[in-house]
């Protein structure tokens, strides 16, 4: 594979454009889907990787161009708005990172369907499929549910990354884990806003477990992670 890959500017483009990345294994016929910031670190290590996503306008052009001259295929139902941009400002002195997301494209229902028939044709003989990162506006705060019932109709494991409402309405469809951080996690289901970082993260995995029955890892700042399932809570790091 190539030696290099997108350069810093490039990053800022895409960093929060949102797409469903499958990458496919032929040797496992694993696919996954995530969205492009997740996605590149795995590609970087030579993973075969499919690009479904909403892009539209000239920055999506842009990006289409960028990923394709990577090597990277990409598959994108018509989107009529411009696709974002995310600038990223790192202050090297303090230790310290901006990021200044502009408000995403208006997507329609019409495109979101689209969207999702597109990444559930996808789905079958997948081992799994993970959703993460917000949803545009536009798209119902149970957008991704209709993925989850989907990866449980055709027997593929769902993995959720997400906050807030989104969060929530994805905890009571039940996804087999549920993976997010602290701030994330209390985004959804309330709780201190002060107090040691673990004990708020083992309350929040109990609040979301309660509700999805499945695995919740919730992960705080300094590497540690909160992990549950069956009404356990074991710390990781």
């Known amino acids: 594979?190539?030696?290099t890959r997108l350069n810093s500017s490039?990053?800022?483009?895409?960093?929060?454009?949102?797409?469903f990345f499958f990458f496919n294994d032929t040797a496992t016929t694993e696919i996954y889907t995530l969205s492009l910031h997740d996605a590149l670190p795995i590609w970087c290590l030579g993973v075969e990787t499919q690009v479904i996503g909403l892009v539209g306008g000239r920055t999506g052009a842009l990006l289409t161009s960028l990923l394709h001259a990577e090597e990277m295929a990409v598959l994108s139902p018509a989107l009529a708005r411009e696709t974002r941009i995310a600038t990223i400002v790192h202050d090297r002195a303090a230790g310290t990172t901006t990021v200044l997301n502009e408000r995403g494209p208006t997507v329609t229902l019409d495109e979101w369907a689209a969207m999702t028939d597109l990444v559930t044709s996808r789905l079958p003989g997948a081992a799994v499929l993970i959703c993460t990162g917000s949803?545009?506006?536009?798209?119902?705060?149970d957008g991704y549910v209709e993925l989850i019932e989907a990866g449980k109709r055709l027997g593929v494991p769902v993995i959720i990354d997400a906050s807030a409402q989104t969060l929530m309405r994805c905890a009571e469809a039940s996804p087999e884990i549920i993976k997010v951080n602290l701030e994330e996690?209390?985004?959804a289901t309330g709780g201190a806003a002060d107090g040691p970082s673990v004990s708020r993260a083992c309350a929040a995995a109990r609040r979301l477990q309660a509700v999805s029955g499945n695995a919740v890892v919730v992960t705080v700042a300094g590497g540690a992670a909160l992990a549950g399932r069956d009404h356990a809570i074991f710390q990781i790091g």
């Open 1 to 3: 594979r190539k030696s």
């Open 10 to 19: 490039h990053l800022v483009i895409s960093y929060a454009v949102f797409f």
């Open 185 to 187: 996690a209390e985004s």
């Open 135 to 141: 949803l545009p506006p536009g798209v119902p705060e």
